[in-house]
């Protein structure tokens, strides 16, 4: 079946420096893909999202690269800060159907003072 | 309220036991979903109700069952579970496949913490 394959499972950096995660999917129907953070003990929350027909995106300190022919896209978050530890979630969607919803397995991201 | 909702937010019960979890959203949204988060496991999605399709995950036990009377609620049936079956249990809503207009971006409740003894 389809599926989204998210690595690394856990990730530790020094604050200030980057994060990288990075993920891959399989379902050539897919042309949304959001990226969740789920801080402890609370929901996960859209932080940023890209769509199929573009390549990059930011949002301060936080950036999507998608590379559809690859079938991957990967989190960058920059200058990293206590609050930015949590599980990082990213997804694959397809527009055109509700079900066609694959989430990764999770990053835990910690920031080491 | 206003986002996604969910009650009761913890929830015990023991394995010959019948609850229901209720979801209810206020975002406008024609999708709800029902998803299941365990322990160093992806989101499970469990089932779909939208406008445009119903999607019953057939990997998921007869023991839940869901109910969507309207596209604003949702519920989760359970009857004898199984301890294996705590988990968090996560409602989401989005806005789907109509009018030209699509994009499926995932609004989370705050879930109901279910354990099973």
């Known amino acids: 079946g389809e599926n989204v394959e998210q690595h690394p499972s856990t990730l530790s950096v020094q604050e200030g420096d980057s994060a990288v995660i990075k993920c891959t999917y399989s379902?050539?129907?897919?042309?949304?893909f959001p990226w969740y953070k789920q801080e402890l003990g609370k929901r996960p929350q859209l932080i940023i999202d890209i769509r199929s027909n573009v390549g990059e995106k930011k949002d301060q300190r936080i950036a999507v690269t998608l590379n559809k022919t690859a079938k991957h896209f990967s989190l960058h978050i920059t200058e990293t800060q206590p609050e930015d530890s949590a599980v990082y979630f990213c997804a694959a969607i397809a527009y055109s159907s509700a079900s066609k919803i694959i989430f990764g397995s999770g990053t835990r991201l910690s920031i080491r003072p | 309220e206003t986002g996604v909702t969910q009650t009761p937010r913890h929830l015990v019960m023991g394995m010959t036991n019948k609850k229901s979890l209720k979801c209810e959203q206020h975002?406008?949204?024609?999708?709800m979903y029902w998803y299941k988060q365990s322990a160093k496991k992806p989101l499970e999605l469990m089932f779909v109700y939208s406008l445009e399709e119903r999607v019953e995950n057939n990997s998921v036990p007869s023991r839940f069952s869901p109910e969507c009377p309207n596209s604003s609620h949702l519920f989760l049936h359970l009857h004898t579970l199984q301890p294996e079956d705590s988990a968090l249990y996560l409602c989401?809503?989005?806005?789907?496949?109509?009018?030209?207009?699509?994009?499926?971006?995932?609004?989370f409740g705050p879930g109901t913490r279910l354990t099973v003894l």
């Open positions: 989401a809503s989005s806005q789907t496949g109509t009018s030209g207009i699509s994009y499926n971006e995932q609004f």
């Open positions: 975002l406008g949204h024609n999708a």
């Open positions: 379902d050539s129907a897919s042309n949304y």
